[in-house]
Structure formats: structure tokens, C-alpha cells
């Protein structure tokens, strides 16, 4: 996929239960979302362009040398906003894939992005992501940590059955671990914003899974490592660490 064919899109708002204000908390003089725009834009993918409801968050990432887009306040999650935001940026339907980057990811690595769009190499795929392979034990058992049930399709690709907050599958074997981070072929976004929440997504309280249920494929890149999400104070900290020099 060629760079004019393909946009990442960061979706941030300055509303979070556990850290408000976080896409402008401060790292090492710099915003957090202008840590992410670096990020995504190292990959080298194509455009980069954050979508936000405030215009603080614009206004920093314009000053950083970026773009943003402001959105509508009352979307109910990252992928109706980038949607809209889609429509702003690329009014004439040039764009082809969408990479749905969390504006929480400061330290994520841009071979990490790029590997988001390694499964559309498959024309079947509707909509790829990625995953690692789980190793501390507390992680199989523990809710907060989503589950990838796959059947390998190629060399540290899988084809997607079903993700769940339980441990599974069960028996001797991997598991995986989800990581929220997307890519989108147009026609596939358009389609599953279009769709009603369905049953099994409200019950695990998974996006995803809405897809699933109405028969899209998604496809799943394996990499080394979860990237950092920063949803506490003490996840800021870390960042800091990670990113000093």
C-alpha cells in the first residue's frame, strides 16, 4: 500500500477517569500526544493526523508541526471518531487504509505500527491488528489482559476466531495478547461504524468482537512486546523513564 493510500489517525480527548488531561500531561517538555504524532510518524506510513474534540490538544500539535482535525464531542469511541475525522482529511476518498493509533502510546515503536498492516497484504482481510505472545503467568488469568484466539495463516500471522477477557483457549499452547491498535480498509470502517453494538461485544465489553459477529475477518501480526499505554500516573512515570535522552 502506497504512503498517499494509507493515513494513521490518532483519536484523543482530554476526558479520562484515571488521568484527565492526559494527551497534554507533560513528558520531558513536550505534550504526550506530541510523543505519539512522533511515533506515528516515524513509521512512515503516510499522513498522520490527530483527531480530537479540544482544541488545546490541536493547538499543540499544530505547534509541534503536525495536523489535527477537531471532531464532534459526543462520539462514543476512538473509531466513530476517526471515522469522522477520516472525512475531514480526505474528503475525496483518496485513502485507502486507516491505522487507528491510542493517543496514549508515547513509547510505542514504529516497527510496531508498521506491523499493524502486514495481514491486509491478504485482500480477504477486512481489518488487521496485532498481538505478542503472553509470558508472565498472571497475565493469562488476568481480565484486563485481552485474549487473541487464532489459526496461524502464515509466519507469525493469524487468522482471528474470537477475543475474550477469559484464559483461553484451554490445553498445552501460547496465548496471545491483544493489542488495540488497527488497521482499516475504508469500505471495512465504513461498514462496522455502521453497525449496531452486538450481543457478544456488550457481554466481554470488546469492539472487536462486533466485527466478528457480522462476518468481517480480522487478521492478526504478531510482535515482541505490549507497548506501553498510559492510562495512570504511574504509567506517565514510566513513559518519562522510557523517553529521557
Do not use: C
Request: aromatic share 4%; hydrophobic share 45%.
Amino acid at each position: 500500500m502506497s504512503r498517499s493510500e494509507t493515513i494513521i489517525l490518532v483519536p484523543a480527548r482530554m476526558a479520562a477517569s484515571r488521568l484527565p488531561g492526559k494527551p497534554l500531561a507533560d513528558i520531558h517538555g513536550e505534550a504526550m500526544i506530541v510523543h505519539v504524532w512522533r511515533r506515528a510518524m516515524e513509521a512512515d506510513l503516510g499522513r498522520v493526523v490527530v483527531a480530537t474534540d479540544d482544541a488545546g490538544i490541536a493547538g499543540v500539535v499544530r505547534g509541534a508541526g503536525g495536523e489535527a482535525v477537531i471532531t464532534r464531542a459526543d462520539h462514543v469511541n476512538g473509531t466513530s471518531r476517526i471515522f469522522e475525522a477520516l472525512a475531514i482529511a480526505d474528503p475525496d476518498g483518496k485513502v485507502e487504509v486507516i491505522v487507528n493509533l491510542q493517543g496514549d502510546l508515547p513509547t510505542i515503536r514504529p516497527e510496531t505500527v508498521r506491523a499493524a498492516l502486514l495481514p491486509l497484504a491478504d485482500p480477504a482481510v477486512d481489518i488487521a491488528t496485532i498481538a505478542t505472545e503472553i509470558v508472565r503467568e498472571e497475565e493469562k488469568t488476568a481480565s484486563s489482559v485481552v485474549k487473541m484466539v487464532g489459526t496461524p495463516v502464515g509466519d507469525r500471522l493469524f487468522r482471528a476466531l474470537y477475543f475474550t477477557r477469559a484464559t483461553a483457549p484451554t490445553g498445552e499452547g501460547p496465548l496471545y495478547h491483544h493489542i488495540g491498535l488497527y488497521a482499516y480498509r475504508r469500505a471495512a470502517l465504513a461498514r462496522y461504524v455502521g453497525l449496531p453494538p452486538s450481543p457478544l461485544e456488550q457481554r466481554e465489553k470488546l469492539e472487536q468482537l462486533r466485527a466478528l459477529e457480522n462476518g468481517m475477518r480480522i487478521d492478526v501480526a504478531l510482535v515482541d512486546a505490549v507497548p506501553l499505554g498510559v492510562d495512570t500516573p504511574a504509567d506517565l512515570d514510566r513513559a518519562r523513564t522510557m523517553l529521557a535522552g
